[in-house]
């Protein structure tokens, strides 16, 4: 068993967590670390410059953007030459669409259980370039627990198909998808067809491997890890080969960055992502994966306790090789928004609710008739304690037996009557 994490040593690394807001919206952001502030509060300070000149202050700023580039690479097992860096994954994904050469009449497959970050550019450049569509939807638990699986996507792939796009992890379901297996399926059917996965709700809770889990385009947002607000996306030198050079005609294009970046890595984060990957690699993620675990069984214990009121999306168990704890829900005949109005005003849990720009999952697979008031999401780190993840029980079942959800005054929002 992995040694217990001192969660209060943890917690006082993090500033923000000194307040009395709880934080369990933190698939929309984490908290961020005292050593990333300091270091961009340094950085800005005293080596805010442009890149590559000569004089010895932006030597030093080259040296630390670089060790940062170095550094992020090095995170996910790739070379600093297959990495991005970004303002977002919805804009690396963008750039990507537009860079990725492929020819009018292929296929591309996409997942319904979707951020839209992964889906939006490739629907504009399946019109763009002529291209057929199929989405992927489970067969299986649609409307409840859907997965992605390897049996339903074998239904999809032809000799056509150029493009299989998925999340590794929903930010609604927090079911983990079996990345690795995909892959081996993709590849094994055409090994010529690319494999794109929004890593975005996934990064946050387990190490990354790219060349285990046999992707060819990866992303994640830094912001979601401890970080600041910056995100990096992995193409493997492979697939580089696919890609049209975005860069000025001048650049040599041999690194990603000069292909996609578009001079958009923002040069006092990408400095500081060395300082989130030590304090990583000093927890170590079977400590991490073992605080979520717990934390996330006291929320998730509750909600199996109630099916008759509650329904929960996703892995209903707290194994944490089958989810993280992204932990969704909805209170029969009680809005979600109801719910979130009733928990902010008599508590200090931050939660949310809506469907958290995977509005085609909430709709089209979950059948959640109003995609805006959408679910009630509570997302949770190793940060969070048992003793918040406890209280945040107590209140959301003193809100679920008065009916909050139901005493609302905008007759915009509308409630779920039946499952």
Not at 153 to 177: E, M, Y
Not at 181 to 191: D, F, G, R, Y
Request: glycine letters at 6%; charged letters at 20%; proline letters at 5%.
């Amino acid at each position: 068993m992995p040694a217990e994490l001192n969660v209060a040593a943890v917690r006082a690394q993090f500033p923000a967590l000194a307040q009395k807001q709880v934080f369990m919206d933190n698939a929309g952001g984490a908290q961020v670390l005292k050593t990333v502030i300091d270091a961009i509060s340094s950085y800005l300070s005293s080596t805010n410059v442009q890149l590559g000149a000569s004089y010895p202050i932006s030597q030093e700023s080259t040296n630390k953007f670089n060790e940062g580039h170095i550094a992020g690479a090095k995170y996910i097992n790739a070379s600093p030459k297959e990495v991005v860096f970004g303002p977002s994954t919805t804009q690396l994904f963008r750039n990507l669409s537009i860079a990725l050469k492929i020819e009018s009449g292929s296929e591309i497959i996409l997942s319904n259980l979707d951020h839209e970050a992964n889906l939006a550019p490739w629907v504009q450049l399946a019109e763009w370039k002529g291209l057929t569509v199929k989405w992927w939807i489970p067969t299986k638990n649609a409307n409840s627990n859907p997965k992605l699986e390897s049996e339903d996507l074998k239904a999809l792939l032809t000799p056509k198909t150029r493009l299989v796009c998925c999340t590794h992890t929903s930010n609604i379901l927090g079911t983990i998808t079996d990345v690795a297996a995909l892959s081996k399926v993709i590849h094994e059917t055409n090994p010529n067809t690319l494999f794109c996965v929004d890593a975005v709700a996934y990064a946050p809770h387990a190490a990354i491997d790219v060349k285990a889990f046999g992707v060819d385009f990866y992303s994640f947002s830094w912001y979601k890890v401890y970080g600041p607000h910056i995100s990096m996306l992995y193409v493997s030198e492979k697939a580089q080969k696919e890609l049209q050079s975005l860069g000025h005609y001048f650049k040599p294009g041999d690194t990603l960055e000069e292909m996609l970046g578009l001079a958009a890595a923002n040069y006092e984060c990408t400095q500081a992502v060395p300082r989130v990957v030590e304090y990583i690699n000093k927890i170590g993620w079977d400590a991490i994966t073992q605080q979520e675990q717990e934390i996330q069984e006291i929320l998730l214990s509750y909600l199996r306790s109630k099916p008759d009121q509650i329904k929960i999306y996703g892995e209903p168990s707290s194994d944490r090789k089958l989810r993280v704890p992204v932990i969704s829900f909805k209170v029969k005949g009680q809005s979600s928004l109801g719910i979130i109005d009733a928990i902010e005003a008599r508590s200090n849990f931050g939660c949310r609710n809506g469907h958290f720009y995977s509005k085609r999952l909430c709709e089209r697979v979950l059948g959640i008739p109003d995609g805006d008031d959408g679910v009630v999401r509570c997302s949770l780190l190793h940060y969070n304690t048992a003793e918040e993840a406890k209280g945040f029980v107590k209140v959301l079942d003193e809100v679920i037996a008065e009916g909050a959800g139901k005493d609302v005054d905008d007759p915009g929002r509308k409630t779920v009557a039946d499952w």
